[in-house]
Protein backbone atom coordinates (compact mmCIF):
# COMPACT_ATOMS: atom_id res chain seq x y z
CA UNK A 1 0.00 0.00 0.00
CA UNK A 2 1.09 3.24 -0.76
CA UNK A 3 -0.04 6.55 0.79
CA UNK A 4 -1.78 9.37 -1.03
CA UNK A 5 0.54 11.51 -2.91
CA UNK A 6 -0.60 15.05 -3.58
CA UNK A 7 1.21 18.95 -4.04
CA UNK A 8 -0.29 19.87 -0.91
CA UNK A 9 1.04 16.55 1.31
CA UNK A 10 4.02 14.76 -0.46
CA UNK A 11 7.12 16.41 0.76
CA UNK A 12 10.30 16.15 -1.75
CA UNK A 13 13.04 14.01 -0.80
CA UNK A 14 14.66 17.37 -0.82
CA UNK A 15 12.70 19.03 1.52
CA UNK A 16 12.87 16.44 4.18
CA UNK A 17 14.58 17.20 7.52
CA UNK A 18 18.06 15.62 7.37
CA UNK A 19 17.45 13.98 10.75
CA UNK A 20 15.55 11.68 9.61
CA UNK A 21 17.30 10.63 6.99
CA UNK A 22 20.91 9.83 8.45
CA UNK A 23 21.69 6.93 11.08
CA UNK A 24 22.95 9.33 13.72
CA UNK A 25 20.04 8.95 16.12
CA UNK A 26 20.21 4.76 15.37
CA UNK A 27 23.96 5.23 16.25
CA UNK A 28 23.75 6.95 18.73
CA UNK A 29 21.32 4.74 20.59
CA UNK A 30 23.02 1.46 19.93
CA UNK A 31 25.88 2.90 21.00
CA UNK A 32 24.49 3.57 24.41
CA UNK A 33 22.41 0.72 24.55
CA UNK A 34 23.62 -2.48 22.61
CA UNK A 35 21.91 -4.84 24.98
CA UNK A 36 18.32 -3.04 24.33
CA UNK A 37 18.86 -1.94 20.83
CA UNK A 38 19.91 -3.55 17.52
CA UNK A 39 20.04 -1.95 14.12
CA UNK A 40 18.92 -4.17 11.04
CA UNK A 41 21.91 -3.85 9.23
CA UNK A 42 23.74 -4.79 12.69
CA UNK A 43 27.22 -4.08 14.06
CA UNK A 44 30.22 -5.67 16.58
CA UNK A 45 28.93 -3.93 20.15
CA UNK A 46 31.81 -2.78 22.26
CA UNK A 47 30.22 -3.41 25.88
CA UNK A 48 33.37 -0.70 27.09
CA UNK A 49 31.37 2.24 25.13
CA UNK A 50 27.90 0.36 26.62
CA UNK A 51 26.09 2.36 29.32
CA UNK A 52 23.23 -0.12 30.75
CA UNK A 53 19.73 0.92 30.67
CA UNK A 54 17.85 1.22 34.14
CA UNK A 55 14.66 -0.32 33.30
CA UNK A 56 12.53 2.19 33.77
CA UNK A 57 12.18 3.31 29.81
CA UNK A 58 15.36 4.70 29.69
CA UNK A 59 16.59 3.97 26.12
CA UNK A 60 13.12 5.01 24.80
CA UNK A 61 13.55 8.09 26.70
CA UNK A 62 16.59 8.92 25.34
CA UNK A 63 15.37 8.02 21.86
CA UNK A 64 12.52 10.66 22.24
CA UNK A 65 15.40 13.43 23.67
CA UNK A 66 17.41 12.12 20.34
CA UNK A 67 14.57 13.05 18.23
CA UNK A 68 13.46 16.08 19.69
CA UNK A 69 14.90 19.27 17.73
CA UNK A 70 12.02 21.78 18.67
CA UNK A 71 8.70 22.17 19.65
CA UNK A 72 7.05 21.32 15.87
CA UNK A 73 8.57 17.41 16.59
CA UNK A 74 5.90 14.70 17.57
CA UNK A 75 5.76 10.94 17.54
CA UNK A 76 3.37 8.78 16.34
CA UNK A 77 1.89 5.63 18.52
CA UNK A 78 -0.59 2.69 17.62
CA UNK A 79 -3.16 3.40 19.98
CA UNK A 80 -4.30 2.11 22.60
CA UNK A 81 -0.63 2.57 23.22
CA UNK A 82 1.60 1.20 26.46
CA UNK A 83 1.77 3.53 29.22
CA UNK A 84 6.01 3.90 29.38
CA UNK A 85 5.98 5.33 25.56
CA UNK A 86 3.45 8.29 26.93
CA UNK A 87 5.55 9.02 30.35
CA UNK A 88 8.21 9.16 28.34
CA UNK A 89 7.33 11.33 25.61
CA UNK A 90 6.18 13.66 28.77
CA UNK A 91 9.47 13.67 29.87
CA UNK A 92 10.86 14.68 26.91
CA UNK A 93 8.39 17.21 25.46
CA UNK A 94 7.41 15.34 22.84
CA UNK A 95 3.72 15.28 21.71
CA UNK A 96 2.07 12.11 21.08
CA UNK A 97 -0.16 11.59 18.21
CA UNK A 98 -2.33 8.37 17.96
CA UNK A 99 -2.73 6.38 14.95
CA UNK A 100 -5.61 3.58 14.75
CA UNK A 101 -4.72 0.36 15.27
CA UNK A 102 -7.47 -1.25 13.51
CA UNK A 103 -7.88 -5.29 12.89
CA UNK A 104 -4.28 -5.77 11.44
CA UNK A 105 -2.59 -3.99 14.05
CA UNK A 106 -1.97 -0.80 12.75
CA UNK A 107 -3.85 1.22 10.02
CA UNK A 108 -1.66 2.16 7.67
CA UNK A 109 -4.46 4.43 5.47
CA UNK A 110 -4.61 6.40 9.07
CA UNK A 111 -0.69 6.69 9.37
CA UNK A 112 -0.39 8.10 6.31
CA UNK A 113 -3.51 10.81 7.04
CA UNK A 114 -1.74 11.63 10.59
CA UNK A 115 1.64 12.60 9.13
CA UNK A 116 0.48 14.30 6.37
CA UNK A 117 -2.26 16.00 8.89
CA UNK A 118 0.58 17.15 10.88
CA UNK A 119 2.96 17.97 8.22
CA UNK A 120 -0.48 20.47 7.20
CA UNK A 121 -0.08 22.19 10.59
CA UNK A 122 3.34 22.68 10.61
CA UNK A 123 4.32 19.44 12.67
CA UNK A 124 7.73 17.37 12.19
CA UNK A 125 6.56 13.49 12.41
CA UNK A 126 9.59 11.92 13.55
CA UNK A 127 9.09 8.05 14.39
CA UNK A 128 6.59 5.44 14.68
CA UNK A 129 6.18 3.92 17.93
CA UNK A 130 4.39 0.55 18.08
CA UNK A 131 4.68 -3.45 19.72
CA UNK A 132 4.21 -5.32 16.57
CA UNK A 133 4.01 -8.91 18.49
CA UNK A 134 1.57 -9.09 20.68
CA UNK A 135 0.67 -5.24 21.00
CA UNK A 136 0.62 -4.02 24.66
CA UNK A 137 -2.32 -3.14 25.61
CA UNK A 138 -4.33 -5.00 22.62
CA UNK A 139 -2.51 -8.29 22.04
CA UNK A 140 -2.64 -7.95 17.93
CA UNK A 141 0.10 -9.11 16.34
CA UNK A 142 1.26 -7.61 12.38
CA UNK A 143 0.76 -10.41 9.97
CA UNK A 144 3.74 -10.73 7.49
CA UNK A 145 2.32 -8.52 4.50
CA UNK A 146 1.39 -5.95 7.14
CA UNK A 147 5.00 -5.71 8.31
CA UNK A 148 6.19 -5.62 5.11
CA UNK A 149 3.88 -2.93 3.91
CA UNK A 150 4.26 -0.99 7.33
CA UNK A 151 8.20 -0.69 5.75
CA UNK A 152 7.49 0.63 2.72
CA UNK A 153 4.99 3.18 4.09
CA UNK A 154 7.25 4.77 6.44
CA UNK A 155 10.47 4.77 4.24
CA UNK A 156 7.74 6.61 1.80
CA UNK A 157 6.82 8.63 4.62
CA UNK A 158 10.47 9.12 5.75
CA UNK A 159 9.45 8.51 9.52
CA UNK A 160 11.89 6.07 11.72
CA UNK A 161 10.12 2.89 13.13
CA UNK A 162 10.82 2.48 17.49
CA UNK A 163 10.02 -0.98 17.30
CA UNK A 164 9.17 -2.34 20.59
CA UNK A 165 10.00 -6.69 21.39
CA UNK A 166 9.13 -7.36 25.07
CA UNK A 167 8.77 -10.71 24.89
CA UNK A 168 11.76 -11.78 22.39
CA UNK A 169 13.98 -12.10 25.08
CA UNK A 170 11.54 -14.70 26.28
CA UNK A 171 12.25 -17.20 23.65
CA UNK A 172 9.04 -17.41 21.87
CA UNK A 173 9.89 -16.29 18.17
CA UNK A 174 12.07 -19.52 17.79
CA UNK A 175 11.21 -22.22 20.37
CA UNK A 176 7.46 -21.64 21.74
CA UNK A 177 6.02 -20.10 18.37
CA UNK A 178 7.73 -21.16 14.92
CA UNK A 179 5.09 -19.84 13.08
CA UNK A 180 5.83 -15.53 14.45
CA UNK A 181 6.36 -13.54 11.93
CA UNK A 182 9.90 -11.98 11.88
CA UNK A 183 10.96 -8.91 13.97
CA UNK A 184 10.42 -5.74 12.08
CA UNK A 185 14.36 -4.38 11.91
CA UNK A 186 14.87 -8.12 10.13
CA UNK A 187 12.70 -7.37 7.51
CA UNK A 188 14.18 -3.63 7.22
CA UNK A 189 16.59 -2.69 4.11
CA UNK A 190 16.45 0.85 4.63
CA UNK A 191 17.64 1.37 7.98
CA UNK A 192 14.58 2.60 9.50
CA UNK A 193 13.66 0.29 12.63
CA UNK A 194 15.12 0.92 15.82
CA UNK A 195 14.40 -2.07 17.68
CA UNK A 196 14.14 -2.30 21.06
CA UNK A 197 13.57 -4.85 23.39
CA UNK A 198 13.26 -3.87 26.78
CA UNK A 199 11.24 -0.62 26.68
CA UNK A 200 8.62 -2.19 28.55
CA UNK A 201 10.21 -4.55 31.01
CA UNK A 202 7.76 -7.08 31.45
CA UNK A 203 7.40 -8.99 34.63
CA UNK A 204 6.39 -11.89 33.14
CA UNK A 205 9.44 -13.08 33.10
CA UNK A 206 10.86 -16.61 33.53
CA UNK A 207 13.07 -17.97 36.76
CA UNK A 208 16.32 -16.11 36.84
CA UNK A 209 18.24 -19.53 38.18
CA UNK A 210 17.43 -21.37 34.20
CA UNK A 211 19.95 -20.91 31.88
CA UNK A 212 18.51 -19.20 28.61
CA UNK A 213 18.61 -22.31 26.80
CA UNK A 214 17.02 -24.69 28.85
CA UNK A 215 13.98 -26.83 27.98
CA UNK A 216 12.81 -25.01 31.50
CA UNK A 217 12.88 -21.62 30.44
CA UNK A 218 11.29 -22.37 26.15
CA UNK A 219 8.41 -24.60 28.05
CA UNK A 220 7.74 -21.63 30.47
CA UNK A 221 7.49 -19.32 27.92
CA UNK A 222 5.32 -21.91 25.82
CA UNK A 223 3.51 -22.03 28.61
CA UNK A 224 2.83 -18.09 29.59
CA UNK A 225 2.75 -17.01 25.48
CA UNK A 226 0.97 -19.25 23.84
CA UNK A 227 -0.69 -22.62 25.61
CA UNK A 228 -2.36 -19.85 28.45
CA UNK A 229 -3.55 -17.18 26.41
CA UNK A 230 -5.37 -20.11 24.28
CA UNK A 231 -6.31 -21.57 27.49
CA UNK A 232 -8.58 -18.51 28.26
CA UNK A 233 -9.70 -18.06 24.34
CA UNK A 234 -10.96 -21.32 25.04
CA UNK A 235 -12.89 -20.53 27.85
CA UNK A 236 -14.53 -17.67 27.14
CA UNK A 237 -15.98 -19.94 23.57
CA UNK A 238 -17.51 -21.72 26.42
CA UNK A 239 -18.86 -19.15 28.32
CA UNK A 240 -19.89 -16.50 26.46
CA UNK A 241 -20.46 -18.57 22.95
CA UNK A 242 -23.48 -19.92 23.46
CA UNK A 243 -26.44 -19.05 25.36
CA UNK A 244 -28.18 -15.68 26.26
CA UNK A 245 -24.99 -13.79 25.78
CA UNK A 246 -23.93 -15.18 22.34
CA UNK A 247 -23.60 -12.00 20.02
CA UNK A 248 -23.54 -9.48 22.87
CA UNK A 249 -19.78 -10.58 24.54
CA UNK A 250 -16.95 -10.46 22.00
CA UNK A 251 -13.37 -10.58 22.20
CA UNK A 252 -10.42 -10.80 19.78
CA UNK A 253 -7.92 -14.24 19.25
CA UNK A 254 -4.68 -12.97 19.46
CA UNK A 255 -1.94 -15.60 18.47
CA UNK A 256 0.15 -15.24 21.30
CA UNK A 257 1.52 -12.87 24.15
CA UNK A 258 -0.64 -11.71 27.71
CA UNK A 259 -3.57 -10.24 26.67
CA UNK A 260 -7.31 -10.74 25.19
CA UNK A 261 -9.49 -7.79 25.16
CA UNK A 262 -13.29 -8.56 25.80
CA UNK A 263 -16.28 -6.15 24.78
CA UNK A 264 -19.18 -6.34 26.72
CA UNK A 265 -23.14 -4.89 26.64
CA UNK A 266 -22.28 -2.47 29.58
CA UNK A 267 -20.26 0.25 31.18
CA UNK A 268 -16.90 -0.75 32.19
CA UNK A 269 -15.02 1.41 34.55
CA UNK A 270 -12.99 1.98 37.81
CA UNK A 271 -16.49 1.53 39.68
CA UNK A 272 -17.34 -1.45 38.40
CA UNK A 273 -14.07 -2.74 39.00
CA UNK A 274 -13.93 -2.39 42.59
CA UNK A 275 -17.30 -3.98 42.48
CA UNK A 276 -15.65 -7.03 40.76
CA UNK A 277 -13.02 -7.86 43.50
CA UNK A 278 -15.19 -7.07 45.95
CA UNK A 279 -18.37 -9.06 45.21
CA UNK A 280 -17.02 -11.41 42.70
CA UNK A 281 -13.35 -11.46 43.11
CA UNK A 282 -12.01 -11.32 39.66
CA UNK A 283 -9.22 -8.92 38.80
CA UNK A 284 -9.13 -7.35 34.74
CA UNK A 285 -8.25 -3.87 33.33
CA UNK A 286 -10.39 -1.09 31.93
CA UNK A 287 -9.41 -0.24 28.79
CA UNK A 288 -10.17 3.39 28.62
CA UNK A 289 -7.37 3.78 30.55
CA UNK A 290 -4.80 3.07 27.66
CA UNK A 291 -6.31 6.11 26.42
CA UNK A 292 -6.41 9.75 26.88
CA UNK A 293 -9.27 10.58 29.22
CA UNK A 294 -12.67 10.84 27.68
CA UNK A 295 -11.70 9.34 24.70
CA UNK A 296 -11.71 5.55 25.61
CA UNK A 297 -13.95 2.90 25.00
CA UNK A 298 -16.21 2.40 27.54
CA UNK A 299 -16.95 -1.08 26.66
CA UNK A 300 -14.10 -2.78 26.89
CA UNK A 301 -12.03 -4.91 29.48
CA UNK A 302 -8.85 -6.14 29.13
CA UNK A 303 -8.05 -10.31 30.26
CA UNK A 304 -4.95 -11.98 31.01
CA UNK A 305 -3.80 -15.59 31.59
CA UNK A 306 -0.57 -14.59 32.46
CA UNK A 307 1.36 -16.89 34.21
CA UNK A 308 -1.59 -18.60 36.14
CA UNK A 309 -1.79 -22.35 36.08
CA UNK A 310 -5.18 -23.60 33.71
CA UNK A 311 -7.01 -24.48 37.07
CA UNK A 312 -7.21 -20.60 38.25
CA UNK A 313 -7.82 -19.47 34.73
CA UNK A 314 -10.56 -20.83 34.42
CA UNK A 315 -11.80 -20.08 37.96
CA UNK A 316 -11.30 -16.37 36.73
CA UNK A 317 -13.38 -17.03 34.27
CA UNK A 318 -16.40 -18.30 35.90
CA UNK A 319 -16.25 -15.33 38.47
CA UNK A 320 -16.30 -13.34 35.31
CA UNK A 321 -19.10 -14.41 33.39
CA UNK A 322 -20.97 -14.20 36.59
CA UNK A 323 -19.97 -10.70 36.78
CA UNK A 324 -21.04 -10.57 33.29
CA UNK A 325 -24.06 -12.34 33.83
CA UNK A 326 -25.56 -10.31 36.79
CA UNK A 327 -24.40 -6.43 34.85
CA UNK A 328 -26.12 -8.30 31.50
CA UNK A 329 -29.53 -8.90 33.30
CA UNK A 330 -28.99 -12.97 33.64
CA UNK A 331 -28.06 -13.78 36.52
CA UNK A 332 -26.10 -16.67 37.91
CA UNK A 333 -24.75 -17.54 41.15
CA UNK A 334 -21.76 -15.55 42.77
CA UNK A 335 -18.85 -17.06 43.99
CA UNK A 336 -18.38 -18.53 47.01
CA UNK A 337 -16.73 -15.15 48.78
CA UNK A 338 -15.25 -17.86 51.38
CA UNK A 339 -13.28 -19.96 48.96
CA UNK A 340 -9.87 -18.12 48.21
CA UNK A 341 -9.77 -15.33 45.47
CA UNK A 342 -8.92 -16.46 42.16
CA UNK A 343 -7.54 -13.52 39.28
CA UNK A 344 -7.67 -13.00 35.78
CA UNK A 345 -5.32 -9.92 36.00
Known sequence: MSPSRTPDTWIAPARVDPVLRSTALLDEVADRYPRAVSLAAGRPVDPARAEPADGHQEALTHALRALRRSDRDVVLAVAPTYVGLTRAARLTELPVLPVADGPRGVDLDDLAAQVHGARAAG????????????????????????????????????????????????????????????????????????????????????????????????????????HNPRHLLEGLAARFGHGPLAGRVHWHSPAGGLFTVLTVPFVV????????????????????????????????????GGALDPARIDAGLDRLAALVGDRSGHHSRRPDRRASTHLVP
Open 123 to 226: LRPRALYLVPDFATPAGISLDLPARHELLDLVADLDLLLLEDDPYGPALVPTTADPHRPPALHTLDTRRRVVHVDTFTRSTHTPPTNTNTNTPDRTTWAARVYL
Open 269 to 304: DDALLEVSAREFGVLWTPMAHFYDPGIGPAHRLRLS
